[in-house]
T-cell receptor, first 112, second 115 residues
Framework: RKEVEQDPGPFNVPEGATVAFNCTYSNSASQSFFWYRQDCRKEPKLLMS???SGNEDGRFTAQLNRASQYISLLIRDSKLSDSATYLCVTYQVGSTLGRLYFGRGTQLTVWP | NAGVTQTPKFRILKIGQSMTLQCTQDMNHNYMYWYRQDPGMGLKLIYY???????DKGEVPNGYNVSRSTTEDFPLRLELAAPSQTSVYFCASRLDGQGFNQPQHFGDGTRLSIL
């Protein structure tokens, strides 16, 4: 079983739509969580960290459910520039220090 | 702000050739990583380092070697290039020990083709 699982999509939504992505993780020892954004043929870039209480950054809202071991990302009022692949990332402390685990990503296309 | 710098950005190799992908960071991060990403696929960890002189294998280390003689540099070496190593390679760094919510910072990537 993969450490981090994401629905690969693609999600195709019109401008202005609200879209949500979910991500599940297998290891309950995961301690930190992030959403990254990756544009085509570019490096991943941090979109936002995910805090236990949930957090918001403009149009983006991230939530964490430790009991069910899933993370979500909600994008409101989608823009054309939101088109990208969104990567769910977890951090674990254990026998292998400093490991982050990346999901395969969820592809989003916002159309005009 | 330089951040994580990778060189070269593009390279074409012949089967059996060797090369070193360079990665340097100026943020004094203790953790550094090498990933590969094949088209349409997720990131796969090749090797990582938790500090100068300390390296460990990731998910796909075969065919690669690394060294970490300084905090700043983390080169990745391909000894005998094979077509299966055609990929985009990303180097990343991270500051650990300051709390768990520390993200990774990525370089621009090296696009490598083995023909």
């Amino acid at each position: 079983r993969k450490e981090v699982e994401q629905d690969p999509g693609p999600f195709n939504v019109p401008e202005g739509a609200t879209v949500a992505f979910n991500c599940t993780y297998s290891n309950s020892a995961s301690q930190s969580f992030f959403w990254y954004r990756q544009d085509c043929r570019k490096e991943p870039k941090l979109l936002m960290s995910v805090y236990s209480s949930g957090n918001e950054d403009g149009r983006f809202t991230a939530q964490l459910n430790r009991a069910s071991q899933y993370i979500s990302l909600l994008i409101r009022d989608s823009k054309l520039s939101d088109s990208a692949t969104y990567l769910c990332v977890t951090y674990q402390v254990g026998s292998t220090l400093g490991r982050l685990y990346f999901g395969r990503g969820t592809q989003l296309t916002v159309w005009p | 702000n330089a951040g994580v710098t990778q060189t070269p950005k593009f390279r074409i190799l012949k089967i059996g050739q060797s090369m070193t992908l360079q990665c340097t960071q100026d943020m004094n991060h203790n953790y550094m990583y090498w990933y590969r990403q094949d088209p349409g696929m997720g990131l796969k960890l090749i090797y990582y380092s938790v500090g100068a002189g300390i390296t460990d294998k990731g998910e796909v280390p075969n065919g690669y070697n690394v060294s970490r003689s300084t905090t700043e540099d983390f080169p990745l070496r391909l000894e005998l290039a094979a077509p299966s190593q055609t990929s985009v390679y990303f180097c990343a760094s991270r500051l650990d020990g300051q709390g768990f919510n520390q993200p990774q910072h990525f370089g621009d990537g090296t696009r490598l083709s083995i023909l």
